[in-house]
Every structure is written in C-alpha cells, then in structure tokens.
C-alpha cells in the first residue's frame, strides 16, 4: 500500500451560529402553518368583539343559509347570522379552555410525573395510586356530573378535564424521566453536591422536553375535542351564544338542506387540532436540533459507484480474496465512504489480524464478505473470490448460502449472540438440523461433540443451561461451537475477545488457534488491541479511515512497520513507555514524520 | 510530586460490603497520599468499582472506614456529602452518558463552579477558558454541545469538569477503557500533567494491568473482593508475589510476536499447573 494516505486529525465540525428555537420552528414548513394558524386563532379569539363584523347573535330572516358572498365571508347559519362573526366570538371559549385544562394538564402532570421518575420507592408508588385512580374513573361521566353541579361552568369543566389529562401525562414524564435517571451526568452532579431540585431543573427536565411537548400538544387537541364536544351536547355555552361546538350541533340539524353550514366550523377545529399536532412535533425536533446530529446536506462525494473497481487480479492460492471493495452509507441523499478500494487476500490456514481504532471501517471489512452490513450501509462495489467462484459482494442474496456453511463468524458480544429465550442444547440442536436434516437425538450428540471440542468441562449441564446462566467466556466458547459445527473452511472473527477478561480472553485465543490448526481453517481476526494481533495472527492489514494502510506478517508489522500511522499507534501503547513519563501520541509522531 | 507520608489524605480501613447475601469487598484497606495515585486492578467482578462508589457515598459499607483527610466520611449525612462534592470528584468510563446531551460544555463545566461557590460570570467563564485550554480543547468548545466532540474530546471534558473546582481527590473510573489507543495516550498524559500542577490525587481503577502500572504510584490487585497483592506498579509486573498476579500478567497479550509466544508457553504452563492441582 502506499504512505500518500493522509492521516488527519478529524477536526471539530464547525456549526455556524445556531438559529434560535423561534426561529427554528418557523423555518420548519409544518411549524410555520401550525404558528402561523395557532397564533391568528389565539389573536381572534383575544379580539373576537372588536374583529367580528357583525353581531353574532344579530339574527336577519331575510338572508337565511346564504352561501359566502361579499357581505357575509362564510355565509349566514339558519337564523340569518353571520358564519364568520359567529365563529370568531366562539373561539374565546374554546382557546380559554384549552389554556385552562392544558396548564392543569402542565402542571400537575409533569411535576407528579418527574417527581415519580426521579425519586421513585413510595413516592413513585404513591403517585402511581393517584394516576391509576384517575384513569379507572369513567371521565365522561364525571365531566357531566361535574357540569350539573356546577352549573354548566365551562372552566371548573376544563379544569376537571386538565385533572384527567394530568394521570396520562404523568405517566409518560415518569417513563421518560426514569430513562435519563440513572445516566452518568445526573450521577456525577449528585457526586458534584447539586441539589435534587437543581438536578431536576438542570438535568432532567432539558433532557425530556421532547416528550412534554409532544404529550401536551396531544392534550391541547384533545381538550379541543372536549371543549367543542360539550358545547355540541348543549352542555356548555348556551345558544344563542355561539360557540364552536353549539355551531357544528347547528349544521348537523341543516346538514341535509344546507351542508355548507358544517365545513367553516368544522375546518376549523379539524386544523386547531391538526395545528397543535404539528406545532408539538415542530417544537421537539427544534430543541432536539439544538444538541444532535442534523441533516445538514453536505457535498456529495460522487463516483462511488463508476470507475472504483480496482483491476487488481484475484490472488488464487488464497481461501478468499476480496477487491475493490467499496462501502458507502447513505443519509438524506449524501453518500459517505466507510471502505474504499479495498484488497485483501486471506491465505488458506492462515490468521488474517485486520487491526484498526473505531470508524476504520475494520469490522464493516468483515461484515460485507456475508452480506451482514447494517441497515442504511452498503457495498457498491467489490468481488470476492471464494472456493473457485467470483462473487459480487454488492449482492447480499448471492453471499446468503455461504453464512453459517462456509463462512462462519463468532461476534464481540457472545451474550447478545444467544436468544434467551431457549437453552444452549437448543441453540446449537437448532443449527445442526438446519445444516444436515437428522434426528434429535443424533443432534443433540454432535451438539454435545462440538462443546466438548471448545473444553467445555460439564457439557451435560451446560446443555441444559439459559444463555443468562452462563459466564462471558462460557458464551464465547458456546459461539464457537455452534460456528465451527458446519465445519466452515473460513471464520470470521470480530472483536471476539474485547468484551472479556484478560485471563479469559487468554484461554479463548487459545481454543481459537487450536481448533484453526486442528482445522486447517482460515480465520480473520478483527481487532484493536495489539498484544490480541501479535499473540494469534500470521499476518496483519492495519486500516485507518476505510483505507487499508499496510498488510505485512506480524513479524514485520511490528519489528517494521511501515506507516507512520502504524509507528504511532505503536508508540502511543503504554506497553513500551517508561513508567509515568509522556506517552507520545499521533499527533507528536506525525510532526517528527513530516520533518 | 513528594507524598506527604503524615497523614493520607484518604484512608480506608476494614471495608467490608455486603450486596444481599454476597460480599463484595472483604476487609479492604489502603491509602492514599496527597498528590499520588493509586491503581486499582482487578477483573469483572472483583468489586473494583465498588470501592470507588462506597467512597462517593453511593453504596453503603458493612463496616469499616473512610478516613478523608482525618475526618470519617463513611457515613456522612447528605448534606456533609454534598459539601464532599467540592473535594472528592468521578470521571466515568462511558464518555458518551457521562455529559448531558441537552447542556453546553460551559454549562455543564460551570456547575461544579457554582457549588465551589464561585457566583461572578466572568470568573466562571475565565476559569472555564482556563481548563479548556489545560485539556487541549480549543477555546469556542464551552458554547457547544457534547454530540459535536469525538469520545475522547468528550473524555477530556469529562475530566475537565472533575478538576475544574480543584478537588483534592478524583476517583477514575476505567477512564480509558472505552478509548482507543491513541486516544487514550492523549488522556493518560493529561491525567499526569494535571496531577503535577494540581497536586490532585487519583484512585485509577482499571482492568488493565498496563495502563494502571503507567499512571499509578502505588497499584492494588484485587480478586474477588479481597486485596491479594500490593505494590509499586514496576514491583508487581516485575515480581508478583500472588499467583493471582502472575495469571492476570501471564495472560496479558504483549505487542510482540516473540515475546508473546514465550509469554504464552508460560500462561499455558502456569493453566496446566493449576488444572493439575
């Protein structure tokens, strides 16, 4: 390979002065409809006498169920009265009530539900009660009950409505809440001296202010739905007064001689309610932008797809060879390269070592040779060639039959390998009767054969265990066993040793390099840690940034290395350095390099 | 980078930590002088992040006591505890969970400040340019967000916030064992450089026998709970006394072909020796 490669720091994305949250909604096309709608409705209703231009109870019998005409923007209803008058007055009811129930709903349900979440034991228990109360109760009823006591009061009924509604929100701030309770922030702050209020206020509330606006968005339109139901069952404002509800009860009587009547009332609340939908939804994503990742479109790298294959012929001595080997991921229409133009031949019987940090695009190498890559990542270009036969990698139904056959592959986490719902016995009885169609109970022998093979020491009891009863190393050994079962003549391994103890991990290499000597089988090794590469592998391909910077055997890779980048990260391994003195870093090695 | 040999300035004495019926530490004791680290290595399970979290208060002792600067804090009161906040600090190995996604840099580093009971907003944000700039973070990070920093810049903030108020002591929680390698030589050096002009003192917790031995004055083998060999870091890789010790070392993976091979032969003498008896 070559040294032309550029090894850069990556440098901290620069964002431009951030818009602030106002701005940010506005900028959104949803959140503008839903601002611009909510803040004329909320203007309206504030001013609705001084708007209006008629009196909305001036009846004129002369100009009934007219359709909109110059005098009259919306029509008249039945009684001659003006639509649009009458629908302005009517919407201070319905925005009062909104406000009303929604800053019960506020209130109550987030500090009961936060306090829930972030306290818990009895305090959670007891709000718990509370919440689950409220939601037992028939709230219709209620709300009638409540409207005869009170005298058809709209407030004390929205005000019982944001009491209902505050059971539902607690709920999910509790949820919410105990999902960033435990995280390491709100630990180190308790660590640092912050009060419980000041975690709150600081920490928690910042972070689940997503869901409560979502959540009271939801109960805004919901309350609209209330309010305007009410008034339609002739509960609340009484006619001839109007009100948004009472005018939809007026166009359902005329609904079959003077349809027009229902669609400016019913329009109406119908984009109330969409628009505090939309304006919850604006207003999380705006705050979530505010601190993650955005889509901010970016140049786009072009020609990935033309012109990438690299002309390098396959090496047919090797098990498997792999060219030009190209994977892209691909957000918003921006495609990004992960590997790009890689070659790699991995001899027969050989330990291939692919050692790299985070984001090289090491273990992605290996997932793409079984068509596993991850949703949203893809090969687009790359062939391989495997036991006589060229394939192309970009085509994941092609590789599907060599999974688990031929090519096998043990994981990082071992644990999450296993299903745990079913026992070990079952695990690999499962993969045997995939491979070769034969009895149970001839299964289950060549199962308890293939744990012997890994030196698992009570293979009976074993047999019989959950994936959660067994240790770390076990689960390994158990991995292994179940991908050397189908005696494939290449595994793939990835970082199958990193999430072990030292002491175990040591046995696991061991039984690794057995069992490939033992099978004669080619293995390529994924790794970070370097003492991993020199103790197992004969060769190593060091990749930095998708690029594979040098191939050479371990002696060599070590004794020699011939990239900076390698030299560096060797040189950065405490392993070497004097005890307590600086441990020289890349970017210390890339200034004495370039000198 | 002289230890006061007077008094420690934590000192732990008979700790014992019950979780229900199982015992997590059986009767740890050790000390740690001012301006010194000590390393603390042991294996999942070895109850190693538990003797960090009893002295951060987050989980009881059976018995026994944490001498911090001659006063016992094994029980403090809450209220002692959050004044402790001031001297005692944490830096977490997850540099992902361990910054609030919702909070600027500066302000996340200003909280720490605020309980230091430093009010003036210009000292806070002078203090803050200060510590950013003793990291190695350029000077515009404190009005970003964490999900624009890489995991080691977000480590080294991480670090920042647990010495910006000048604790006297900082427990590390497997600081770099989430990084890779050339990261985690980046953090290694601050964590020393910081130690020289602070004079703050570490309680390094790692499973990594290296690491521990490149940082740490004094290291702690820990197995199962129970202390089973003490030590200057070069005296327990050079001569371990526990057989414990000489298992962990023997199979630790050197990054040498050579080496590792004899090294390996050893490990498998040593496993066969302990198979037989």
């Known amino acids: 390979m070559t040294d032309a490669v550029q090894i850069d720091t990556p440098a901290v994305p620069r964002v431009a002065g951030r818009p602030n949250l106002l701005l940010s909604i506005l900028l959104r096309p949803l959140g503008l409809f839903s601002v611009l709608w909510l803040s004329i409705v909320v203007i309206v209703a504030v001013f609705a006498h001084q708007i209006a231009p008629y009196d909305p109870m001036q009846q004129n019998l002369l100009a009934i169920k007219q359709y909109p005409s110059a005098a009259h923007l919306l029509g008249t209803d039945a009684f001659g009265r003006d639509i649009l008058s009458r629908l302005i007055v009517g919407s201070s009811g319905t925005i009062l009530g909104v406000l009303q129930a929604l800053s019960v709903a506020a209130l109550l349900g987030i500090s009961l539900g936060v306090v829930a979440g972030y306290f818990g034991r009895w305090v959670d228990r007891a709000i718990g009660v509370y919440v689950e109360i409220i939601m037992a109760l028939p709230n219709i009823i209620i709300l009638l009950v409540i409207l005869t006591i009170f005298q058809r009061n709209m407030s004390i009924a929205m005000i019982a409505v944001g009491i209902i509604g505050s059971a539902n929100t607690a709920r999910i701030i509790r949820s919410a809440t105990l999902g960033v309770r435990n995280e390491l922030y709100i630990e180190a702050a308790r660590i640092t001296g912050l009060s419980d209020l000041a975690i709150i206020r600081r920490h928690i509330i910042p972070r689940i202010l997503g869901p409560i606006t979502v959540q009271l968005s939801i109960f805004a339109a919901i309350s609209i739905l209330i309010q305007t139901g009410i008034s339609f069952l002739g509960l609340g404002v009484q006619p001839p007064f109007p009100s948004w509800g009472g005018m939809i009860l007026e166009a359902s009587v005329a609904i079959n001689d003077f349809p027009w009547l229902l669609v400016p009332s019913g329009l109406t609340v119908a984009i109330t309610i969409l628009a505090f939908g939309l304006l919850g939804d604006s207003v999380r994503d705006s705050l979530a932008a505010r601190w993650t990742h955005t889509s901010t479109p970016q140049k786009q790298r072009a020609g990935f797809r033309a012109g990438t294959t690299s002309q390098q012929a396959f090496d047919d001595s090797a098990a498997l060879s792999v060219r030009g080997l190209t994977i892209v991921t691909r957000k918003d229409g921006v495609e990004k390269a992960l590997v790009e133009d ?132 076990m689960a390994q050994r158990v991995g292994i066993a179940r991908a050397l079962i189908p005696a494939p003549q290449v595994l793939l391994a990835d970082e199958p040793t990193t999430a072990l103890d030292v002491t175990v991990q040591a046995e696991i290499l061991d039984l690794l390099r057995e069992s490939q000597k033992k099978r004669k089988m080619s293995v390529v090794f994924v790794t970070h840690d370097w003492g991993v590469v020199a103790d197992i592998c004969d060769r190593a391909m060091v990749m930095y940034h998708g690029k594979a910077l040098e191939t050479a055997s371990v002696e060599d890779i070590f004794a020699r290395p011939s990239h900076a980048y390698t030299r560096a990260l060797l040189a950065a391994d405490p392993h070497a350095a004097p005890i307590g003195e600086r441990l020289p870093t890349i970017q210390d090695m890339l200034k004495e390099g370039s000198r | 980078m002289s230890a006061n040999t007077e008094t420690p300035l934590l000192s732990v004495r008979g700790l014992n930590v019950y979780f229900g019926p199982f015992q997590a530490l059986k009767n740890i004791g050790f000390d740690i002088p001012t301006g010194t680290t000590l390393g603390l290595v042991g294996e999942s399970g070895s109850g190693k992040t538990t003797i960090g979290k009893v002295i951060l208060g987050q989980v009881k002792a059976e018995s026994g006591s944490v001498i911090y600067d001659g006063e016992d804090i094994t029980n403090a009161s809450r209220s002692r505890r959050r004044g402790l906040g001031r001297d005692i600090q944490v830096v977490f190995q ?74 006297r002591l900082v427990v590390c929680d497997e600081p770099v064992s989430a990084l890779d390698l050339s990261v985690q030589a980046q953090v290694l050096n601050l964590l020393n450089d910081l130690q020289r002009e602070l004079s703050v003192s570490f309680l390094f917790i790692s499973h990594d026998l290296t690491v521990v031995r490149h940082v740490s004055h004094r290291t702690i083998v820990l197995y199962k709970g129970e202390i089973v060999e003490e ?46 008896t």
């Open chain 1, 342 to 473: 890689l070659n790699f031949d991995l001899a027969a019987g050989e330990i291939l070592g692919i050692a790299g940090e985070s984001g090289s695009g090491k273990t992605l190498s290996s997932l793409a040779v079984l068509g596993l890559l991850p949703a949203g990542v893809e090969v687009v270009s790359g062939q391989m060639r495997f036991s006589s036969k060229t394939y192309d990698l970009s085509n994941t139904r092609a590789l599907r039959p060599l999974r688990g056959q031929q090519i096998a592959m043990i994981f990082q986490e071992p644990m999450a390998a296993l299903d745990p719902c079913f026992t070990i016995g079952h695990h690999l009885v499962e993969v045997i009767r995939r491979h070769t169609p034969m009895s149970r109970a001839e299964a289950r022998a060549k199962a308890i054969e293939a744990l012997a093979e890994v030196q698992i020491a009570d293979v009976e009891t074993v047999m019989k265990k959950y994936p959660h009863q067994i240790s770390g190393g």
């Open chain 2, 94 to 167: 997850d540099p992902y969970s361990s910054l609030n996604p919702t909070r600027t840099i500066g302000q996340t580093l200003s909280e720490p400040l605020m309980m230091a009971g430093v009010t003036s907003r210009t000292d806070i944000r002078r203090r803050i340019k200060e510590l950013l700039d003793i990291v190695g973070m350029p000077a515009d990070t404190a009005d970003r967000y964490p999900f624009e920093f890489s995991g080691g810049q977000r480590q080294r903030v991480a670090v920042a916030r647990a010495v910006i108020a000048k604790p």
């Open chain 2, 231 to 276: 030590g200057d870091g070069a005296q327990i890789q050079d001569a371990p006394q526990h057989a414990y010790t000489r298992t962990l070392l023997a199979a630790a993976p050197v990054p040498d072909p050579a080496r590792q091979r004899e090294k390996r032969q050893r490990w498998r003498e040593m496993r066969q020796a302990q198979l037989n």
